[in-house]
């Protein structure tokens, strides 16, 4: 194994947003949790293929029904986040859609800057 991507549909019910005025037309409302991605360092191709096999996934069950089900993370500055941010258009067109991207208060955890984000589905 080089790496997984553990995603599930749940509520949002993260502090963040309900606590943010961004936030809160999406609390305790439905939303896909990114919860982890992790790829082996040794295999480069590894994420993005995990990426690309959620993309499909997302697409198949939520977006081709007409569901426009938006997604939740918890990103760090050093990894998830500056990944999000280079690869979100890419995402977009492969998927056929637009994101609009919702960030609520950042905050740390030990080292790291959090930024929880919500990423809502468009059509085009």
Known sequence: MTGYLLAYEGVLDDLNAEQSALGKAFFDKPVI???DLASDRK???????LIQGFTELYKQNYLEKG??????????EQTSYRILKRQLEAVSKALGIEFNMVELPS????????????????KR
């Open 107 to 122: 905050y740390s955890e030990g080292n790291d800057s959090m930024h929880p984000v919500i990423l809502v589905p468009m």
């Open 33 to 35: 949790y990114l919860a």
């Open 67 to 76: 569901i426009y089900i938006p997604l939740f993370m918890q990103a760090r």
């Open 43 to 49: 295999s480069q191709l590894a994420g993005g293929k």
